[in-house]
């Protein structure tokens, strides 16, 4: 997959790539694009991202004026939906609306800027929303995003992701191949 970390300077304040970069990488792949909405309000540009390729978009609850509605918009867009949780955002945001979900991330640092370590509190919030996922019997994405790296995947994964965002540990080292290696290495070790 290859996610995207959209950002307005509005939600929070940083600013990344649009729609327009989306539809550029989309003819040069057929990974899975995965984009993460960090934006206010988010409703307007999701149509825009799944006419540029995006297959998952995900958006946070404090981002929308009604959180079932926008799950609509982005399946009546034809992608499937995520709900990102900050660290401060309760798993009981999911209650209504797990049950339309195709992926759960949970971030284990504050939205906005790359390079953050992680925090350790999101282990048990990985634990209890793979909890809540397993109940339901469906095959919902548990993704994390932020701090992940070779030295701590593994525990993360432990905890109950399966879909693990790498940033700086990749871009930020200076062997990408050799980096991604360890990551896998250390996910194997989990079973």
């Not at 998952?56 to 982005?74: K, Q």
């Not at 996922?133 to 992940?148: H, N």
């Not at 940033?167 to 990408?176: P, R």
Request: aromatic share 4%; with cysteine; net charge negative.
């Amino acid at each position: 997959m290859i996610h995207f970390d959209v950002m307005d300077n509005h939600y929070v304040p940083n600013l990344t790539v649009g729609p327009i970069v989306c539809e550029a990488i989309r003819p040069l792949t057929e990974s899975l694009i995965d984009v993460h909405l960090m934006v206010r309000p988010v409703d307007r540009i999701i149509p825009d991202f799944a006419r540029a390729g995006a297959n998952i978009i995900s958006f946070h609850p404090e981002a929308s004026e009604h959180v079932d509605r926008t799950v609509g918009l982005i399946h009546d867009s034809g992608c499937k939906a995520g709900l990102a949780l900050n660290p401060a955002t309760p798993l009981s945001c999911l209650d209504h609306v797990l049950h339309k979900l195709e992926l759960v991330l949970i971030m284990s640092v504050n939205p906005g800027f790359g390079g953050q370590q992680f925090i350790p509190h999101a282990l048990e919030k990985l634990r209890d929303a793979r909890r809540k996922i397993d109940d339901t019997g469906r095959a919902i994405m548990l993704e994390v995003d932020g701090g992940v790296n070779a030295g701590n995947i593994a525990g993360i994964a432990r905890a109950g992701a399966d879909t693990f965002v790498a940033g700086s540990a990749i871009f930020g080292s200076k062997d990408y191949r050799a980096t991604i290696s360890q990551m896998r290495d250390a996910l194997k070790s989990v079973g």
